[in-house]
């Protein structure tokens, strides 16, 4: 069964440090695997996609790393700050039809002062 | 604003009724998907189309669950003979070209059953 598991399951952090979220997953045949960041009340944004052959992929102070081997992903967010404050959902899809993605139950961020 | 655009953003009805939600998705995007989630969860696949052509349906898609996209821009999802098991928020994204390309998301319209 394709699954996908997050840790933590939430994380508060002091404004200014760094974080890392962790994402496993047994999705097969894999395809990409997207992070998203999701605020309170409002639709999944998302932040980068990597494909099989990419193991890294920085948007702004988000970056990403993909190890197809394990099959793990992380999620490193470097100098934090209160907006930063959200869930993080992993999303792996394999190939053959849209049936075929599977969403994490996301890591809920918080970012205080 | 050209994002995806939902409406309504809430909807409260009682237990029994039908409900009708509509996506308006960014207007170059062929694709088009609809999504549920539930407090605390990822969200779950519902349906998937491409320009107007249901492609791919959830095993979550009862058959009180249907959705259009009938001129291959907005869609429609409407409940029949709703239960309380159906509050959720209901998401809408829409992608354009391959299957790498990142879907766009409503702000979702959140459904109460009384």
């Known amino acids: 069964k394709n699954q996908v598991e997050q840790s933590p399951q939430s994380l508060i952090i002091l404004e200014g440090k760094n974080c890392t979220l962790q994402c496993n997953y047994t999705v097969s045949p894999f395809s990409n695997l997207r992070w998203y960041k999701q605020d309170t009340g409002r639709g999944p944004v998302s932040l980068t996609i990597?494909?099989?052959?990419?193991n890294t992929k920085s948007n702004g102070r988000y970056t990403a790393t993909l190890d197809a081997d394990t099959k793990q992903s992380s999620l490193h967010i470097t100098a934090s700050q209160l907006s930063d404050s959200a869930s993080y959902i992993c999303v792996v899809s394999a190939r053959g039809g849209y049936q075929k993605v599977t969403f994490g139950t996301g890591t809920k961020l918080q970012v205080i002062p | 604003d050209t994002g995806v655009s939902q409406n309504p953003r809430h909807k409260i009805t009682k237990r029994g009724q039908n409900v009708t939600f509509r996506c308006d998705p960014i207007?170059?995007?062929?694709?088009l998907y609809w999504y549920r989630q539930t407090l605390g969860q990822g969200p779950e696949f519902l349906t998937y189309f491409q320009n107007e052509a249901q492609l791919e349906k959830s095993r979550l898609l009862s058959d009180r669950f249907s959705a259009e996209r009938p001129k291959g821009s907005f869609s429609t999802l409407e409940i029949q003979r709703t239960e309380q098991g159906d509050s959720a928020m209901y998401l809408c994204?829409?992608?354009?070209?391959?299957?790498?390309?990142?879907?766009?998301f409503g702000d979702g319209t959140r459904l109460s059953i009384l």
């Open positions: 994204a829409s992608a354009g070209g391959g299957d790498n390309q990142p879907q766009h």
């Open positions: 207007s170059e995007h062929n694709r």
């Open positions: 990597m494909t099989f052959s990419e």
